[in-house]
C-alpha cells in the first residue's frame, strides 16, 4: 500500500488536486494511500464468504450444482467462464437476489439464509437476513442507477435510509466518494445525463458507501461502450490493490483479471472447473475446457 | 347576458361541483393507490378481496352505485349527505379504475431497480416509498389525469340526488325559464371546460416536477 502515493487511474479530473489537498487532514494516518481507498473506509476488514452445496436451479434448469466455494478475507476473486455457466447467478446468490433451493452461504462466518435457534440451524428470518446483507454490496452490468435521483442523491441514499446517518453526514460521504471516482463536478446531474462509465462510476461509489466487507461485481464494463471501459477498471484497481475488502469479480477482461486476481475461478456448468493464481490459469491452464475458453475470448480481442 | 343572481347561481354550482370533484379524487387517489398496492400483495386473500372491489365498481353503472348508496343504505341504518354519498360513490369509482394504473405503473418500474434496492440493504417499505413509487408515479400521471377528468364530468351524477353542483343549478334555472336553454348550457360546457383544463394543467405540472431527470420516453429510465 505505501508503495501506492497516487490513485493510480489516471482518469482525467479537475477536481483531482482539490481532493489532494482536502484530504491532506491533520490527523490522517501517514500512510499515503489512495484517495479512493481512504474514502471507501480501507480499514474495514473484508470478510470471507463460504458457499457450500449451494444448489440453485429455475425450473428443470440446474445453474449451481451443489456449489462449494470459499472466499478468503480480503481476497480478489475473478470468476470466469462461458455465458450461461451461472456466473451472474453466484453473485445473486450471495446478495440475496436469488434464494438456493439448497447448501448454505456464510459472509463472515455467519449463515446468510439460516439462524441458529434452539442448537438446530433454520431459516433466516428477514431481519437476520438483512442483518448479514449490510456486509455485502453489489454493482450491476447495467448499472441500476435511480433515475429520479441526483448522483449525489444516488450515492447518499444508502447511508442516510439503510445506515441512519444525518443527511449531511450522508451527503458529505457521498461527495466525497463521488470526487474520488472523478465525478466531483457532477453531483447534480440525473443518471440519464452521464455516460455509461460516469454512470457505472456512480454506482460503485454507491456501493461503496454502505461500506462493505464484500463487494460483487458482476461484468461491470460490459454495457460500456469501448473508450468508457479504462475509466471504470483504473477505480476497480484502485480499490483491489488498496483495500482490504473482499472482491468478487465476474469479468470478461482477461487482461485485468490477470493484474488484479488473486485467484481466478473458471466455472462452467455450474461447477468450478479449475482455479489457480492468475499465471497459472491464464499461463497455464490444465483443463480443456479452459483452453477452449480463454481462446475464444482472446481471439475475439 | 344573465343578470348577475343567475350568475351567481351557476357559480355557487361550479363550486359545489368542484368541492365534490376534489374530495372523492382525494378518496379515488388514496383507493387507487392501496387497491393497487393490494393487487401486488403476495398474499393470495388480499389479491382476491381487491380484484372483487375493482370488478365490483367498474362492472356496475356508477348512477346505480349512487342511487343504492344514498337511498338503499339508509335501510341498513347508514344514511349519507348527498355530499357524503357523492364523493364515496365517485371515489370508490375512480378508486377501481386508478387500481390497475397504480398497479401496471408500478409493474412497469424495472426490476433491477428493486434489486439494486436490495443489494442497499433497504427495507420493502423504503423501496416502495422511496425508489419504485416515485418512478412509476411519473408513468401513472397520464391515465391519472385522464381519470380526474372522468371524475369531473361524472361528477354531474349527484344532481340526481339533490346536490346543487353545476348541472343541478343549470337545470333549475332552465327549467324556471329563467334563461334560455341554449344560453345555459353553452355556459355549463364551457365551465365544465375550463375546470378539466385546470386538471389538465396540475397534472402537466406535476408530471414535469416528477419527471425531473427522467427524459421520459427516450429510454433513459433504462439506468
Ligand atoms: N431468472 C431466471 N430464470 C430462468 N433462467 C435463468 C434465470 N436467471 C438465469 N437463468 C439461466 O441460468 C443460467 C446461468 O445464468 P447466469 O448466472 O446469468 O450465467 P452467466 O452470468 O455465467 O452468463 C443461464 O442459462 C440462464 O439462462
Ligand atoms: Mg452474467
Known amino acids: 500500500m505505501p508503495d501506492n502515493p497516487e490513485p493510480n487511474h489516471d482518469e482525467p479530473s479537475n477536481s483531482r488536486s482539490a481532493i489532494l489537498e482536502r484530504s491532506a487532514e491533520p490527523d490522517a494516518p501517514a500512510r499515503t494511500a489512495s484517495r479512493l481507498a481512504v474514502a471507501a473506509g480501507d480499514e474495514l476488514e473484508g470478510s470471507g464468504v463460504r458457499f457450500s452445496g449451494v444448489t440453485k436451479r429455475f425450473g428443470d434448469l440446474t445453474v449451481l450444482d451443489q456449489l462449494d466455494m470459499e472466499v478468503a478475507p480480503g481476497e480478489k476473486m475473478v470468476i470466469i467462464g462461458p455465458s450461461g455457466s ?3 447467478t453466484i453473485l445473486r446468490v450471495l446478495m440475496t437476489l436469488e434464494r438456493p433451493e439448497a447448501g448454505t452461504v456464510e459472509v463472515g462466518g455467519e449463515q446468510l439464509y439460516h439462524e441458529e435457534r434452539n442448537g438446530q440451524l433454520v ?23 435511480f433515475p429520479h435521483m441526483t448522483a449525489l442523491d444516488n450515492v447518499s441514499f444508502g447511508p442516510r435510509k439503510v445506515l441512519g446517518l444525518s443527511k449531511d453526514e450522508a451527503n458529505e460521504r457521498a461527495a466525497r466518494l463521488l470526487e474520488v471516482v472523478g ?3 457532477k453531483f447534480g446531474e440525473h443518471p440519464a445525463r452521464l455516460s455509461g462509465g460516469q454512470k457505472q462510476r456512480v454506482a460503485i461509489a454507491r456501493a461503496l458507501a454502505m461500506e462493505p466487507e464484500v463487494m460483487l461485481f458482476d461484468e461491470v464494463t460490459s454495457a460500456l461502450d469501448p473508450e468508457l471501459v479504462g475509466e471504470v477498471l483504473n477505480v476497480l484497481r484502485d480499490l483491489a490493490e488498496n483495500t482490504t475488502m473482499t472482491m468478487l469479480l465476474v469479468t470478461h477482461e ?12 473458471m466455472f462452467d456448468g455450474g461447477r468450478v472447473v479449475e482455479q489457480g493464481p492468475p499465471t497459472q490459469i491464464f499461463g497455464d491452464p490444465q483443463e480443456q475446457r479452459t483452453r477452449d475458453f480463454l481462446r475464444a475470448v482472446l481471439d475475439r480481442e | 347576458m344573465l343578470e348577475w343572481n343567475l350568475w351567481r347561481a351557476l357559480l355557487d354550482g361550479t363550486w359545489i361541483t368542484v368541492q365534490v370533484t376534489v374530495l372523492a379524487a382525494l378518496l379515488g387517489t388514496i383507493l387507487s393507490i392501496l387497491s393497487g398496492l393490494a393487487g401486488l400483495s403476495s398474499v393470495r386473500a388480499v389479491r382476491w378481496a381487491n380484484q372483487v372491489y375493482v370488478d365490483f365498481f367498474r362492472g356496475t353503472s356508477a348512477i346505480v352505485q349512487l342511487f343504492w348508496i344514498f337511498f338503499a343504505l339508509p335501510f341498513f341504518g347508514i344514511s349519507l349527505s348527498p355530499l357524503l354519498a357523492g364523493v364515496v360513490t365517485l371515489g370508490l369509482n375512480m378508486g377501481s379504475y386508478g387500481s390497475e394504473v397504480v398497479r401496471g405503473a408500478i409493474r412497469a418500474v424495472p426490476r433491477g431497480q428493486t434489486e439494486a434496492a436490495i443489494a442497499l440493504n433497504v427495507t420493502s417499505f423504503d423501496r416502495m416509498r422511496y425508489i419504485i413509487f416515485p418512478q412509476a408515479a411519473v408513468t401513472m400521471l397520464p391515465p391519472y389525469g385522464n381519470l380526474l377528468i372522468e371524475l369531473l364530468k361524472a361528477s354531474a351524477l349527484v344532481s340526481l340526488i339533490t346536490l346543487s353542483d353545476l348541472t343541478f343549478q343549470v337545470q333549475i334555472l332552465r ?14 360546457l364551457v365551465l365544465y371546460f375550463l375546470l378539466a383544463m385546470g386538471i389538465t394543467g396540475l397534472v402537466r405540472a406535476a408530471e414535469g416536477y416528477l419527471g425531473r431527470g427522467l427524459e421520459i420516453g427516450r429510454g433513459a429510465r433504462r439506468s
Open chain 1, 86 to 88: 451461472g456466473k451472474t
Open chain 1, 123 to 145: 431459516k433466516a428470518s428477514e431481519k437476520h437476513v438483512r442483518q448479514v446483507r449490510r456486509k455485502i454490496s453489489m454493482v450491476f452490468q447495467h448499472f441500476n442507477l
Open chain 1, 183 to 185: 465525478l466531483g463536478d
Open chain 1, 254 to 265: 482477461m487482461g485485468f483479471a490477470r493484474e488484479i486476481g488473486d485467484r481466478v475461478v
Open chain 2, 175 to 188: 327549467v324556471n325559464g329563467s334563461a334560455s336553454t341554449t344560453q345555459l348550457f353553452t355556459i355549463a
